[in-house]
């Protein structure tokens, strides 16, 4: 691509914006790196994005579904072969270890929010879709159910600050297991039962 030409596909600079950051954390990421890389100049990429800022944010929103891809069948089948939905926050966790192992640098840059104002991976919608379950069923107790919000808010802090002490290498994969079981059995293993009780009058 020549360095005066105008960039096509926009979904091609998110995937190298997502890659300079894989290569080299966001601290490395910059637009005259990524023009480079794409084989314009820097002025040519403010066409599509204001600021560096803004292909951050793309890029952050490209890591989530990365981070998310496939998650909401993984949960569908877990919940067709019985399984208690509020279990579905185990296979969460079994992923976000998976993306801090196989994508370190992206992991890190997603789970801090990526740039200002951008959202946290704790808004994803394995979570939110698991809320309306439980607000979906006409024998909820609405006390029960913000514990259970605020149960299941503190399990993501809890999971995302260890998905990162695994990214930094002070908490080993075996020791990020061990304790994503243990704060999901204090914060939730008291909620399975209300949750298949909300699954059984939905």
């Known amino acids: ?3 005066g030409k ?6 091609l600079v998110v995937e190298e914006a997502v890659a300079l950051i894989e ?5 490395e990421f910059s637009t005259r790196r990524l023009a480079s890389r ?3 100049s820097a002025m040519t990429l403010y066409n599509y994005y204001t600021n560096r ?3 951050l944010e793309a890029a952050l929103a490209k890591g989530l579904r990365m981070l998310w891809e496939g998650l909401p069948q993984q949960i569908e089948a877990w919940r067709s072969e019985g399984g208690n939905p509020l279990g579905a926050l185990r296979i969460f966790a079994d992923r976000l270890l998976n ?6 640098r992206l992991c890190r840059f997603v789970l801090s929010g990526g740039a200002e104002g ?3 991976v704790g808004a994803g919608q394995a979570v939110e879709s698991l809320i309306a379950f439980a607000e979906s069923s006409s024998i909820v107790d609405r006390e029960w159910l913000d514990l259970l919000k605020r149960h299941i808010f503190l399990f993501e802090m809890l999971t995302d600050s260890l998905a990162m002490k695994v990214v930094a290498g002070s908490v080993s994969p075996e020791q990020y297991k061990e304790l994503a ?4 059995q204090l914060l939730l293993g008291a909620h399975e039962g209300g949750m298949a009780q909300a699954a059984a009058g939905s």
């Open 38 to 40: 794409l084989g314009i």
């Open 1 to 3: 691509m020549g360095r």
């Open 99 to 104: 993306f801090a192992l196989e994508r370190p």
């Open 181 to 184: 079981a243990e704060s999901y």
């Open 23 to 27: 290569e080299g954390g966001v601290e």
């Open 118 to 120: 951008a959202a946290n």
């Open 53 to 55: 800022d803004a292909i």
């Open 6 to 11: 105008k960039i096509v596909d926009t979904d």
